[in-house]
T-cell receptor, first 117, second 116 residues
């Protein structure tokens, strides 16, 4: 089946450092899945950070960026300078059509990020 | 904006009993509702995907007999965990989407189930 693999955590970086969380996917049921990064801040629910539905495009939000690379089947999350408030769990996800005509998401295992002041 | 509420936020039940959780979508049409479980130290596992006017599809290892789901309209869904045991503990998330859009789902805060 389809799957998502991402950097295993926990990841600890210092404030102002750069960050990359790797994500690769395997999609056999669809040529161009939708790709997402969701984030879960401490004490909060899962929320969308960014999404890209077209191969070759880049998504960005809150200083984070991710480029949909069809050739390498990757969707790595990057930020040039992290802040303490970025400490959270980050989930890479793949969206694919379901047999019912709607969509379903497949999540990676999550990466716990801690940013030290 | 699109919001999803889940009730209850936390619940504790005795082993062998059942508990029901609810999911309410506001601000959009929840044509599809996916229920996930995050067990300790694991990622989000899809339990089932419910689409209005279509059969509910359960993933491998999850059954309707154990996790019956109701999705009566475009704003509400419920799921019951029947005969809960220790392995059923975890965070249950509801992800609601609009079929006419892309694969994005809006999530509630989750219902955390503890089984004693």
């Amino acid at each position: 089946g389809d799957s998502v693999t991402q950097t295993e955590g926990p990841v600890t970086v210092s404030e102002s450092e750069s960050l990359i969380i790797n994500c690769t996917y395997s999609a056999t049921s669809i040529a161009y899945p939708n790709l997402f990064w969701y984030v879960r801040y401490p004490g909060e629910g899962l929320q969308l950070l960014l999404k890209v539905i077209t191969a070759g495009q880049k998504g960005s939000s809150r200083g984070f960026e991710a480029t949909y690379n069809k050739e390498t089947t990757s969707f790595h999350l990057q930020k040039a300078s992290v802040q303490e408030s970025d400490s959270a769990v980050y989930y890479c996800a793949l969206g694919e059509p379901a047999s019912s005509g709607s969509w379903q998401l497949i999540f990676g295992s999550g990466t716990q990020l801690t940013v030290m002041p | 904006g699109a919001l999803v509420y889940q009730y209850p936020r936390r619940t504790i039940c005795k082993s062998g009993t059942s508990m029901r959780m609810e999911c309410q979508a506001v601000g959009f049409q929840a044509t599809s509702v996916a229920w996930y479980r995050q067990s300790p130290q694991k990622t989000f596992e899809l339990i089932a995907l419910s689409t209005v006017n279509s059969a509910i599809k359960y993933e491998q290892n999850f059954t309707q007999e154990k996790f019956p789901i109701s999705h009566p309209n475009l704003s509400f869904s419920s799921m019951t965990v029947l005969n809960a045991y220790l392995e059923d503990r975890g965070l249950y998330l509801c992800g609601a989407g609009d079929r006419g859009r892309d694969a994005e789902q809006f999530f509630g805060p989750g219902t955390r189930l503890t089984v004693l």
